[in-house]
């Protein structure tokens, strides 16, 4: 049975450091499993804060880095480089100074990769790749917005309802429009989901999903656990 856990703490840097020491521990756990770990990233101003965390952890040279697997929730239909791309963020902060295997970093494509401008090719291309079943993600983070959105998942959008593919492309109604996400039941696939915020800005959707609320971030489950890691701020809200 799925589990949910809320971890407070008192404010931004201090959550990057937590999730980047619990993310590392996850992968040397999985590794120690299953030989490999497979972890989806997010975008955002804390998420590039783990990342940049995760470098000076020592626990991350216990890390096979060749043998993790990254994949991304969502990502901005741009060029390949351009700094709005959740791609180039991670590559800055932590993956180009990796010893990743290139094969296993599944960047989702870019606006001048083989399939051009178009969206809906790109996400055909991201769900072949993904392919079925679908990989084993190990852990799957979000970040939320303040309208409660994850992974480009907006409030009522249709593209929460689509089932027929594990990712989809669509215009969002913040900017830039072109989105390539992961849809709902690939989210839901994954055996941890994290749901990563920090701010007073998130406390009011924060607070509202765990009142009850039908936002998207309410529906963002993991199959063993889904944890929410909050700074104070954005805990603000739960009662």
């Given at each position: 049975m799925s589990e949910t856990v809320v971890v407070v703490v008192p404010d931004a840097d201090i959550l990057a450091s937590t999730v980047?020491?619990?993310?590392?521990?996850?992968?040397?756990?999985?590794?120690?499993?299953?030989?490999?770990?497979?972890?989806?990233?997010?975008?955002?101003?804390?998420?590039?804060?783990?990342?940049?965390?995760?470098?000076?952890?020592?626990?991350?040279?216990?890390?096979?880095?060749?043998r993790v697997d990254l994949w991304w929730g969502d990502e901005r239909f741009l060029p390949a480089g351009d700094p709005d791309r959740n791609e180039t963020q991670a590559r800055e902060a932590l993956l180009d100074k990796l010893p990743l295997d290139p094969a296993r970093v599944h960047a989702m494509p870019a606006s001048d990769g083989p399939?051009?401008?178009?969206?809906?090719?790109?996400?055909?291309?991201?769900?072949?790749?993904?392919?079925?079943?679908?990989?084993?993600?190990?852990?799957?983070?979000?970040?939320?917005?303040?309208?409660?959105h994850v992974a480009s998942l907006?409030?009522?959008?249709?593209?929460?309802?689509?089932?027929?593919?594990?990712?989809?492309?669509?215009?969002?109604?913040?900017?830039?429009p072109t989105r390539v996400t992961l849809?709902?039941?690939?989210?839901?696939?994954?055996?941890?989901?994290?749901?990563?915020?920090?701010?007073?800005?998130?406390a009011k959707p924060i607070g509202a999903v765990h009142a009850g609320a039908h936002l998207p971030a309410a529906s963002a489950t993991g199959v063993r656990k889904t944890l929410w890691l909050l700074d104070r701020a954005a805990a603000a809200e739960i009662r």
């Open positions: 980047a020491a619990r993310l590392a521990i996850k992968i040397i756990d999985a590794q120690a499993v299953h030989g490999t770990a497979s972890v989806v990233l997010t975008g955002g101003r804390v998420a590039a804060k783990v990342l940049h965390a995760i470098r000076e952890l020592p626990a991350s040279a216990a890390i096979d880095w060749s399939d051009g401008d178009d969206a809906l090719a790109a996400a055909a291309r991201y769900a072949e790749e993904l392919g079925a079943p679908l990989p084993r993600f190990d852990v799957l983070m979000l970040g939320v917005g303040e309208d409660g907006f409030p009522e959008h249709p593209v929460l309802a689509e089932t027929g593919t594990t990712a989809a492309a669509f215009n969002s109604p913040k900017p830039p849809t709902l039941s690939t989210i839901q696939s994954a055996d941890e989901v994290w749901l990563i915020a920090a701010g007073p800005d998130k």
